[in-house]
């Protein structure tokens, strides 16, 4: 019997290269018939390792689930941007690979990121999400996020809806 290790950290500069193979999966599975082919392309391209490895050594706050040697997933997170909205942080960005997805690994993800965020007195948090992207919107429900803004985003000739969901501390 073998034990496999899972475990949350921060991202370090030689996860660059894992990362962006991680973002490339988790994007093309999430987006797939949502993004248009040509432009999810583009958004895909444009945060190879180099992207990531900046990101990394500027000191973005990016958390990685790791599964045994595997980076199965991350969170991208800091500061609200949306300065209209009252809650003091965001996650930019959470995905896992498909094979690690529903078995758990987002909610834990997902509480990392916002106890890392409560630490630094970034207690209440907002989380966008594309309307038509069922898995994120059904996962972020299911965390107890409450729909408490609308927008709207072009991804080349379409117009998507996207709901921002709201946690107070």
């Known amino acids: 019997m073998s034990t496999v290790l899972i475990e949350i950290r921060r991202a370090k500069g030689n996860d660059a290269a894992a990362v ?3 973002h ?3 994007w093309r599975t999430a987006y797939q018939g949502i993004i ?5 392309e583009k958004l895909i391209s444009r945060r190879g390792p180099a992207w990531w490895d900046s990101a990394i050594r500027k000191g973005s706050r990016i958390a990685l689930l790791q599964f045994g040697d595997k ?3 991350y969170a991208n997170y800091g500061r609200n941007r949306a300065r209209s909205l009252y809650y003091d942080g965001e996650i930019y960005e959470l995905y896992l690979r498909p094979e690690f997805q529903g078995l758990g690994f987002g909610r ?3 509480t990392a990121a916002r106890r890392d965020l409560a630490q630094s007195a970034l207690r209440s ?3 966008w999400a594309l309307s038509e992207n069922e898995n994120a919107v ?3 429900r299911a965390l107890g996020g409450k729909a408490v803004a609308r927008s709207s985003e072009k991804f080349g000739t379409r117009v998507l809806d996207k709901v921002a969901f709201g946690w107070q501390s």
């Open 20 to 22: 962006a193979e991680c």
């Open 24 to 26: 490339d999966e988790a």
């Open 36 to 40: 248009p082919g040509t432009e999810l």
């Open 71 to 73: 980076i199965a997933g």
């Open 108 to 110: 834990r993800l997902f």
């Open 125 to 127: 948090l907002i989380v």
């Open 138 to 140: 059904e996962f972020y």
